[in-house]
Structures are given as C-alpha cells and as structure tokens.
C-alpha cells in the first residue's frame, strides 16, 4: 500500500470522526433529544460508523462537550462583586438549572446512561464548580472542613441540579420556568438556614 493512499484513509478517518463529533456538538445545543441515529444523521454516516469511532453515546457526548463549559467565575459573573451567599448560590442554581433546559436532550442522555451504567465520572460536574464558588465568601468566615458546611454543600448538590429540575418538569408538570423559581427558592432557603 502506498503511502499516499494510507494518508488518504487516515484524512478520511479524521474527516469522519470531526463530522461525528461536531453534529453531536450541534444537536446538543439544540435542546431535542441526543441519540447516536440523530447522531449518525446529521453526520451524513450511517449508525454502525458512528459505533465504530465511538463506543457509546456517553463518549461521543464528552468529547463533543468538552470545552463549551463555562468556568464557575464566568457563569456567576453577575453576582461577582456579592459577598452575599443566598444571593450567590440563587444566580448559581438559576445559571445551571437554564443550561440545563437549554441542553435538555444532551443531560438527559448523560443521566440516563450514568444511571444504567453507574458511572457518573462520565458526567460533567458543572454543579459542584457552581455551588463551591457561590459559597466561596464562607470560607473567609468558617473553616472549610466543618461538618456543617461540607452537610450544606451535599444539601446543595441534591437540589442545585438537573435531576431536581427534571422532577418537577416531568413528575410535577411544573412550567419550566415556575420548577426553576422553585429550585431556586429552595437553594436559597438551605443556605438561609446555615446562615441562622
């Protein structure tokens, strides 16, 4: 085999594999559901190709994510100069809750397959980023590892998160704007508490 057509197949390779990851990338912002046909779809390859680049669906979606997450400084910018923890962790939690319903199909396929598989390192831990750094102003005033701050932050991480959202989107048929008033309101009623 010659050198030129072992270059060609590894180009075409790249191309395929580029193609695959940017219609991930592309349906992920869209909100709808993500899935390797859809995937495969927009990709203009056929499923068992997309199979054959990426064994699941869970990588695909990290490789096509990675990078299009905000830093915990940038999503809270807009309570940067607040040393209020309850006005802190309410932009936090508002921040990820409208993410969520932006990326809904990509999250929900995440959650679906770390569930089935137990592997929630697959996850993009946005929340946890978000919530350590609304509670930041804490740690001038308290040592870290006290038990009740570590006791708020898992409070947190239940209700500051997709799972909630989807709770009371899907089970509750909230309207998703009055489930994140309510998640949202509960954050905020959890670090009231701490604080009293």
């Not at 996850?123 to 509670?135: K, Q, S, T, V």
């Amino acid at each position: 085999m010659s050198e030129q057509t072992t270059s060609g197949r590894a180009n075409q390779k790249l191309r395929t594999h580029t193609a695959i990851v940017q219609a991930a990338a592309e349906l992920s912002r869209t909100g709808r559901d993500v899935t390797m046909p859809e995937i495969a779809k927009a990709a203009l390859v056929s499923e068992a190709t997309a199979y054959r680049y990426f064994p699941d669906l869970v990588s695909l979606l990290q490789e096509a994510i990675a990078g299009q997450l905000p830093t915990p400084a940038e999503a809270l910018e807009s309570v940067a100069d607040s040393t209020d923890p309850v006005e802190r962790i309410g932009a936090a939690t508002e921040f990820l809750l409208r993410h969520v319903l932006t990326r809904q199909g990509v999250v929900r396929a995440m959650i679906a397959s770390t569930v089935t598989k137990a592997d929630a390192a697959a996850r993009p831990g946005l929340r946890f980023g978000l919530i350590d750094h609304a509670l930041a102003p804490l740690a001038d005033t308290l040592d870290p590892a006290d038990p009740a701050l570590e006791q708020l932050r898992r409070g947190l991480v239940v209700v500051v998160s997709a799972e909630a959202l989807f709770n009371l989107t899907d089970l509750s048929q909230l309207d998703p704007e009055d489930a994140i008033a309510s998640v949202v309101a509960t954050a905020k009623t959890l670090v009231q508490a701490f604080l009293r």
